[in-house]
């Protein structure tokens, strides 16, 4: 059973009840920060084709063995090397409404992470030179996110106040400087992998990459209250 003391007050549900009374001011910010690449994610791959599967197994096994070891002797870890998709698809031709078995399709993709962006071209042309007949994407990113995130959080905060200030100007009231909700309402992503297209390479020049920058932006929705 419940008794309510006439000298009892209940100071948090008063607090609450005064928070919901009061005039509320809502304002989203965004911030954005830009940061230069300094590491990229390659997808490497080799396919073969033979009609005999073990034969098309053995070769690709070899083309990627090869690439591997190519990758290593420009000092990218083994560790920075991994499978991302190995894949076994029989492969057929349709002539007048007919299915023939062409043969079998080896696809084996290896995600590379180049820690030094220099080498992105070398490494795709030795790749392609020792093997690999498949660059599926380019990935460029920031080995810390995080730092550059916050930056931009911290942006997208300063353009909510300013918007909430310009509002509670144009409305004539004061505005309180301390919100009383802050909410993040997204993080950045990642930036999109860049399809790249095998093609051939000549042999005298490096492949030229560009990695550019990433945008990085960050948003948020504050609550201020105003009298």
Same mark, same amino acid.
């Given at each position: 059973?419940?008794? %309510?003391?006439?000298?009892?007050? $209940?100071?948090?549900?008063?607090?609450?009840?005064?928070?919901?009374?009061?005039?509320?001011?809502?304002?989203?910010?965004?911030?954005?920060?830009?940061?230069?690449?300094?590491? /990229?994610?390659?997808?490497?791959?080799?396919?073969?084709?033979? +009609?005999?599967?073990?034969?098309?197994?053995?070769?690709?096994?070899?083309?990627?063995?090869?690439?591997?070891?190519?990758?290593?002797?420009?000092?990218?870890?083994?560790?920075?090397?991994?499978?991302? %998709?190995? =894949? /076994?698809?029989?492969?057929? %031709?349709?002539? $007048?409404?007919?299915?023939?078995?062409?043969?079998?399709? /080896?696809?084996?993709?290896?995600? &590379?992470?180049?820690?030094?962006?220099?080498?992105?071209?070398? *490494?795709?042309?030795? *790749?392609? *030179? %020792?093997?690999? !007949?498949?660059?599926?994407?380019?990935?460029?990113?920031?080995?810390?996110?995080?730092?550059?995130? !916050?930056?931009?959080?911290?942006? *997208?905060? +300063? $353009?909510?106040?300013?918007?909430?200030?310009?509002?509670? =100007?144009?409305?004539?009231?004061?505005?309180?400087?301390?919100?009383?909700?802050?909410?993040?309402?997204?993080?950045?992503?990642?930036?999109?992998? &860049?399809?790249?297209?095998?093609?051939?390479?000549?042999?005298? @020049?490096?492949?030229?990459?560009?990695?550019?920058?990433?945008?990085?932006? @960050?948003?948020?929705? &504050? +609550?201020?209250?105003?009298?």
């Amino acid at each position: 059973m419940y008794y %309510n003391h006439p000298g009892f007050q $209940n100071t948090g549900m008063r607090h609450l009840d005064d928070l919901t009374m009061m005039n509320r001011l809502i304002v989203s910010g965004e911030g954005s920060v830009s940061a230069v690449p300094d590491r /990229v994610l390659l997808t490497i791959g080799v396919i073969t084709e033979n +009609q005999n599967l073990s034969v098309a197994q053995k070769e690709n096994a070899e083309k990627t063995t090869s690439v591997i070891q190519t990758l290593m002797s420009l000092g990218i870890p083994q560790s920075d090397i991994q499978t991302s %998709n190995f =894949r /076994v698809e029989p492969q057929y %031709n349709y002539e $007048n409404g007919q299915q023939q078995f062409r043969g079998y399709r /080896v696809e084996h993709q290896l995600q &590379v992470t180049v820690k030094d962006i220099r080498q992105t071209g070398q *490494a795709i042309d030795q *790749a392609v *030179a %020792n093997g690999a !007949n498949s660059i599926s994407s380019i990935q460029f990113t920031v080995s810390n996110p995080d730092a550059f995130y !916050n930056q931009a959080l911290s942006l *997208a905060i +300063q $353009n909510a106040q300013q918007k909430a200030v310009s509002m509670a =100007r144009a409305l004539q009231v004061t505005l309180r400087p301390v919100p009383i909700i802050v909410q993040e309402v997204s993080q950045s992503l990642p930036p999109r992998p &860049v399809p790249f297209q095998a093609v051939m390479y000549a042999q005298s @020049a490096e492949t030229p990459i560009q990695p550019g920058e990433n945008k990085i932006t @960050a948003s948020v929705k &504050v +609550q201020y209250t105003y009298s």
